[in-house]
């Protein structure tokens, strides 16, 4: 049995719990962490200094209020003595309320103590904005870095996927996962991500000045946060599957906009885009749908905890009264509690009113690791073989493939290309021609036998390594926005202007870009700056020329031009072709003639394979093929 058999029968060791999403997004944030340090300890010296303000707001109360009584007192009498005859009058819970702060009968408001206290206050609260203010921006820097690394990440992932993740996934899908995830994740942690970390504290430290000041009335607030957390907990639970649901919608509508945008004309060609435009209206309602069902559970957050803390807020202020009345706390120090009680509960209500965005924004993180954890093209050997120079001997051997796991679709399949031959691959369609192309150039890797290149498995090479060997012309003409001269050095990054004019000349392109007025330098946008589909063709030529690959895989286009760029078209691949190895989709008899080899594919196997004249003296499938189907031109 091999060594891999056996690990497969081999009792499988418990998986590693995979870290939940929010686990992982703060594992965004942890290489920054020498940000993070400064970025808390600003937050708590902010939380700290707003602390200390109601305290002293509170001790300026009892400052007004002790001077206040201490004027209308007749001077000289002792506090003791004044105390004493408003209980002789009955008047004995002023006397309580009187008794906790430090009255001199005579005295009015000491004007400068009050002065000091408030300027104090003052500097407290701009100190502990400024604070605040840097604790922002150490946010942003951390936030921008940290979805700067992610972007990265992502699109790194991209490359490695396999093709099959692309067959199975809209495009518009994935792209909404790229961009509009990943900015609503960056969204929710520039908003929320200092918050969290104030509200921590600021819960913490006011609690701890709560207990100074009263553990009664601490209780009081303690038994109401509980159950206003609960609250939030329970609501947000049940809208989490309508928050994924609204991110699932977001996406599909994406996919369905790419689509119809990406096939614009041959919608309004069809005359679909009535259909086009009643399937976007349900995809909008449905998100619109979702959006609404999602927003109405998560909206009930913050009021159904606001309400809570509300009631809250009337018990201390009660409660607060019976004891100045009784004499056992100071108004002052009533007024600091209720207002200290109110910023224990703001943290809860922050938290609480943001919690749609954190849900929002941790459903689409969960989107994009979904994306990072797909599997993966199976990865380059440790060592690769590296060819120093490729003959472009190419030999399929015993190559079986599928694209779904119950739908095989070549078995045991093998061809040769000598070196510098021409091999024209025909038949109907979906016969699996392209798939040979995707085969050679490791889009795909078959699932038994292997494909050589000069006798080295390509499996045994680096997937760079190997396109790099093999120039792609497919029907799709994939001109991108830049000039014509960029999209030609596609092919070769880093030629110059010369080897691009040399290439552009060799596939006919030369001629119709010089008559254009800003020549290579023609910028191609959306519409491709107006060039034929026939010069689009040579230009993607020219691309393929300037590479000079050993290989060429050839979908030749089936799209009519006229007849002089028909006949450009054919000279420039008959260059092109020329002492490469080239593998040709063909759909013109001229090529189908010429070739050396000509493999006849039918249902993903090779039924014939050899030259125009043999297969036609054979009177078999080619030749019933080429009188049905391949004698167009
Ligand atoms: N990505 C894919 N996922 C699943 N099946 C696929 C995929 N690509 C191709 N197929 C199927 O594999 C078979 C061979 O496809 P292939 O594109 O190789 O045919 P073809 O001979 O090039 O056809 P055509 O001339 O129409 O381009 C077809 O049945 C096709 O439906």
């Not at 209780?219 to 957390?229: D, G, T, Y």
């Not at 739908?407 to 091999?423: C, F, K, N, W």
């Not at 119709?512 to 107006?530: I, K, N, S």
Request: hydrophobic share 45%; net charge neutral; glycine share 8%.
């Amino acid at each position: 049995m091999s060594a891999p058999a056996r690990a497969a029968l081999a009792p499988a060791a418990p998986a590693p719990k995979p870290p939940s999403t929010t686990g992982r997004v703060l594992g965004l944030l942890l290489p920054h962490r020498a940000r993070l340090v400064p970025m808390a300890l600003l937050g708590a010296a902010s939380i700290a200094l707003n602390l200390l303000g109601p305290l002293l707001l509170g001790r300026a109360t009892d400052l007004i209020f002790a001077g206040l009584v201490g004027r209308s007192l007749p001077a000289g009498a002792t506090p003791h003595e004044v105390l004493e005859h408003l209980r002789a009058e009955g008047k004995g819970t002023l006397a309580n309320v009187i008794s906790t702060v430090d009255v001199v009968p005579g005295r009015g408001v000491d004007m400068r103590e009050l002065a000091v206290l408030l300027a104090v206050v003052v500097v407290l609260y701009l100190v502990g904005s400024l604070c605040m203010l840097g604790q922002g921006r150490l946010a942003a820097v951390v936030v921008q870095r940290a979805v700067h690394r992610l972007r990265a990440d992502v699109e790194a992932k991209l490359a490695r996927l396999p093709m099959s993740y692309f067959d199975a996934n809209p495009r518009g899908e994935v792209l909404s996962r790229v961009t509009n995830d990943v900015d609503n994740l960056q969204r929710t942690l520039q908003q929320t991500i200092g918050q969290v970390v104030n509200s921590v504290l600021s819960a913490v430290g006011v609690l701890a000045v709560m207990l100074m000041i009263s553990v009664e009335l601490s209780v009081i607030v303690l038994v109401s946060v509980p159950v206003a957390v609960a609250l939030a907990a329970l609501i947000g639970k049940r809208a989490w599957p309508r928050v994924q649901q609204q991110w699932k919608s977001t996406g599909e509508l994406s996919a369905h906009v790419e689509e119809i945008y990406s096939g614009h004309s041959l919608v309004t060609a069809f005359g679909r885009r009535e259909l086009a435009e009643e399937r976007f209206d349900e995809h909008n309602e449905a998100m619109c749908h979702s959006g609404h069902r999602a927003q109405a559970v998560s909206g009930l957050v913050a009021p159904a905890t606001r309400f809570v803390l509300d009631l809250n807020y009337v018990l201390v202020a009660v409660v607060g009264a019976l004891r100045v009345a009784s004499g056992t706390m100071t108004i002052g120090g009533v007024q600091a509690f209720i207002q200290y009680s109110g910023m224990f509960g703001r943290p809860i209500v922050d938290v609480a009113s943001f919690s749609a965005q954190l849900q929002s924004g941790i459903a689409s993180a969960h989107r994009v690791f979904e994306l990072l954890d797909e599997p993966e093209e199976p990865p380059a050997p440790a060592v690769p073989e590296r060819l120093s120079a490729v003959r472009g001997h190419v030999e399929f051997s015993n190559v079986s493939f599928r694209y779904l796991p119950d739908e095989p679709l070549m078995e045991g399949l093998s061809l040769t290309a000598e070196p510098g031959r021409l091999v024209a691959i025909v038949g109907p369609t979906g016969a699996g021609k392209t798939t040979l192309g995707n085969l050679l150039l490791r889009f795909y890797d078959p699932d038994g036998g292997r494909i050589l290149l000069d006798g080295v498995d390509t499996t045994a090479m680096t997937r760079e390594d190997l396109r790099s060997r093999i120039g792609l012309v497919s029907q799709d003409t994939w001109l991108f926005h830049g000039t014509i001269a960029e999209n030609i050095a596609y092919g070769r990054p880093g030629a110059t202007r010369e080897e691009i004019v040399a290439a552009a000349r060799a596939m006919c392109v030369d001629r119709f870009v010089r008559a254009l007025p800003d020549g290579y330098d023609t910028v191609l946008d959306d519409d491709h700056g107006g060039l034929s589909a026939g010069e689009k063709q040579l230009i993607t030529l020219a691309r393929a020329f300037l590479a000079q690959p050993a290989i060429l895989v050839l979908d030749e286009a089936t799209s009519s031009v006229d007849t002089r760029t028909e006949a450009l078209i054919q000279q420039a691949m008959v260059s092109l072709r020329a002492g490469r190895t080239s593998f040709v989709i063909a759909h013109r008899l001229s090529t189908v003639r010429n070739a050396d080899l000509i493999v006849v594919m039918d249902g993903g196997d090779v039924v014939e394979r050899g030259t125009h004249t043999e297969l036609l003296a054979r009177g078999g499938f080619y030749a019933r093929l080429l009188h049905h189907r391949l004698d167009t031109p």
